[in-house]
Structures are given as structure tokens and as C-alpha cells.
């Protein structure tokens, strides 16, 4: 089994600081991770993944997340944040086994960007 | 097809009442999912099916609970007499599983949600 642990649960920052969402995780088994953002009333997007091989992961809107094994670790970062980054943000991990990957979330992480 | 669907966007009913949720995924996505959000908490995996067969139920789908994807399309969730602790958010995702090999890792992309209120 897998689980997730979000350990701050809103994140205020000012318009183009920067700014880490953490995220540890806790499985048996090797893993995938993946970060995903909610807008309000919205379903989920996709930010980025860790499938395998490099643990600096880039995805959309210039966030990046660092795989940290020894951690057990999936930090999220950005540099430089926008008022339209406001959203709220999901850590979420599957067993990289065989057969259907069932995704588990973390509670979430609300950013609220401040102008 | 620019994405997964998911109609009514928001359902308000009385405690009791039967309700019922449809899902449209992407055309050419072989596996379908639904996950309840509740507030404050991250998406839970309630059941998913490849194709028309449902694979796998969580607990948390009670006997109150149904899904079914007849042709292996669109998929409904149906919730019979309705409780005031099934007030949540009902998200849908799908994915496209690839034939032979290992079981790769297939990104889920998902719909904007039910909204459903219970009085």
C-alpha cells in the first residue's frame, strides 16, 4: 500500500517569489509520482511526473519536482510565482508494477499567490 | 474530442433520492475511472474499468453505489438513496492502456467533476 503525506495544507507567497509545496510518500514497492493542480470547480490537471531515470523532473507552467529516493521525497518548485498560479496542488503516487497502477493523492496543498 | 466530460456539472438533491452521474471519456481511451473528493482531501479512488468490464471496487463504493460502462464508451455512477455523507465532488478520468508488454505507466486525464449536494 501507498500513502502520501502533505504536511502544509495552504501556502501563501507573494507574486514572483518563490516557492516548494513538499511532498513525502511512503509505498513497499517502487514507484511512480506525479503533481497535479486543481483550479477551482475544475477537474485535474497533470503538472509533471517521475516515471524513471532523471530525478529532476520539468513540467508545464515552470514548475519542477526533485525525486529524492532516500527521502522518499517529490518536492515541488517553482521560481518565480504568478498571481495565476493560485490553485490547489496534489502530490500522487502508483506502484510502478505490473498491472493497473492505482493512484493514490495526498490531501493537497493550497497555493495562494499574493499580488 | 478535446477531453473527458462529465454532465450535470452540479447536483443538488434531497436525502433519499437516487442520483445519477455520466462520464464521456476521451474517444479512443480504453480505461475509465472514478474517484469522490471530498472537502479539504485529495481524489479517492472509488472503481475502474478497461473497456465495458468493471476491474476493480474500492470499500468505499458501498452497495449503494453502481457503475457501469456498457459498450465500453461512456460510463454513469449511480447513487441510490442518497445520504448526506455522499456530498462530494465525483471525478472522472481515462486513460489509454497500450496492448502486450509490461503495463506501462498510462497518465490519467480527467474530467471537471460532479458537484453533488445532499440536503
Known amino acids: 500500500a501507498q500513502s502520501v503525506t502533505q504536511l502544509d495544507s495552504q501556502v501563501p507567497v507573494f507574486e514572483e517569489a518563490p516557492v516548494e509545496l513538499r511532498c513525502n510518500y511512503s509505498?513497499?514497492?517502487?514507484?511512480?509520482l506525479f503533481w497535479y493542480v486543481q483550479y477551482p470547480n475544475q477537474g485535474l490537471q497533470l503538472l509533471l511526473k517521475?516515471?524513471?531515470?532523471?530525478?529532476l523532473v520539468k513540467g508545464i507552467n515552470g514548475f519542477e519536482a526533485e525525486f529524492n529516493k532516500s527521502q522518499t521525497s517529490f518536492h515541488l518548485r517553482k521560481p518565480s510565482v504568478h498571481i495565476s498560479d493560485t490553485a490547489e496542488y496534489f502530490c500522487a503516487v502508483s506502484p510502478n508494477s505490473g498491472g493497473y497502477q492505482k493512484v493514490t493523492f495526498g490531501t493537497g496543498t493550497k497555493l495562494q499567490v499574493i499580488p | 474530442d478535446t477531453g473527458v466530460s462529465q454532465d450535470p456539472r452540479h447536483k443538488i438533491t434531497k436525502r433519499g433520492q437516487n442520483v445519477t452521474f455520466r462520464c464521456d471519456p476521451i474517444?479512443?481511451?480504453?480505461?475509465l475511472y472514478w474517484y469522490r473528493q471530498t472537502l479539504g482531501q485529495g481524489p479517492e479512488f472509488l472503481t475502474y474499468f478497461q473497456n465495458e468490464a468493471q476491474l476493480e471496487k474500492s470499500r468505499l463504493l458501498s452497495d449503494r453505489f453502481s457503475a457501469e460502462r456498457p459498450k465500453g464508451s461512456f460510463s454513469t455512477l449511480e447513487i441510490q438513496r442518497t445520504e448526506q455523507g455522499d456530498s462530494a465532488m465525483y471525478l472522472c478520468a481515462s486513460s489509454l492502456r497500450l496492448a502486450g508488454g509490461r503495463e506501462l505507466y498510462n497518465e490519467q486525464f480527467f474530467g471537471p467533476g460532479t458537484r453533488l449536494t445532499v440536503l
Open positions: 509505498s513497499s514497492v517502487s514507484v511512480y
Open positions: 474517444s479512443e481511451h480504453n480505461r
Open positions: 517521475y516515471l524513471s531515470g532523471s530525478t
